[in-house]
């Protein structure tokens, strides 16, 4: 439902059709306010100037250059949602969203230190405590960021790990993946996909050396598994600084990354998000 004035609405008219191009392209299925997303991906809606929040699942969500990136996490059952557009006046346009479901693949990992598959009793208090911090940083929601390039990837190599897929350490299941691996050698730098602040660095029992990132508006990023970290929390990085090198810490059974995207608190998918936030960008 549109409560807006009725000379608006030609301009909403407008952004739905600029969106629907911008969904063909990305290969998303767009009608008029209506919107369609799978678990674990986004889904990009354009938003007007007077728009000051866009909300999704009671959450508020990330903007970047006047569209509104939505996070649907893996977890969320599927159905139909609303995105709710929170105007200047206080008046508000609603999208509705129908979240499916997507087949992730199977992955099979065999882990020669068992403790790392299942932890002893003494380490399960240091564990919560670690989950705990990191849900708050997760959790995060600064100022709306000035994004005006594209995101990168922390390091450039052979993707060994991707997000959603269903994990068994020998051959008991976990927790979907949740980011994408990048494997590299032991050393290789590692850099910021975008502007951010440092919101924690550590040394985790499954993460290893571990570094968060506040881009702002929701949008938190997390390295996993450095051999070196070269950053401090609250530090001010830019797109592209050195962070950190590549390591094998933690839970890991060789060198890589681990890098995860996180949205008002829910991971997806990196390289979708990446994707589709830097079509926004066109050729840039």
């Excluded at 002893?120 to 100022?143: D, H, K």
């Excluded at 440092?198 to 938190?220: E, I, P, Q, R, S």
């Excluded at 990354?257 to 990446?274: K, Y």
Aim: net charge negative; charged share 20%; hydrophobic share 35%.
């Amino acid at each position: 439902m549109i409560n807006t004035p009725t000379p608006r609405r030609n301009k909403i008219r407008l952004a739905t059709l600029s969106f629907s191009i911008l969904g063909y392209l990305m290969g998303m299925n767009v009608s008029a306010q209506s919107l369609n997303g799978a678990i674990g991906e986004v889904v990009i809606v354009p938003v007007q100037q007077s728009v000051k929040q866009v909300s999704f699942n009671q959450k508020p969500q990330l903007i970047v250059a006047e569209h509104a990136i939505i996070g649907i996490p893996l977890d969320i059952d599927i159905g139909s949602y609303v995105v709710v557009m929170t105007h200047e006046d206080n008046s508000t346009t609603e999208w509705s969203l129908e979240v499916g479901t997507k087949q992730y693949p199977e992955e099979r990992i065999t882990i020669e230190d068992t403790t790392q598959v299942t932890p002893p009793e003494e380490t399960l208090e240091r564990i919560r405590r670690e989950s705990a911090t990191m849900r708050q940083v997760y959790g995060l929601f600064s100022n709306q960021p000035d994004i005006k390039s594209k995101i990168i990837l922390p390091v450039e190599g052979r993707i060994s790990g991707v997000f959603g897929s269903r994990r068994f350490f020998n051959d008991q299941p976990r927790n979907p993946h949740s980011g994408l691996d990048v494997a590299v050698p032991t050393g290789t730098p590692i850099h910021a996909p975008a502007d951010a602040e440092v919101a924690l660095t550590g040394d985790f029992y499954f993460n290893g050396n571990t570094v968060m990132l506040d881009h702002g508006g929701g949008f938190v990023s997390m390295m996993c598994h450095l051999d070196r970290i070269d950053v401090s929390q609250g530090d001010k990085v830019m797109l592209g600084d050195p962070i950190g090198t590549v390591g094998t810490t933690g839970r890991s059974t060789g060198p890589h990354l681990h890098w995860s995207v996180s949205l008002s608190a829910d991971r997806v998918d990196p390289q979708v998000f990446m994707d589709r936030v830097n079509a926004l960008f066109g050729g840039e």
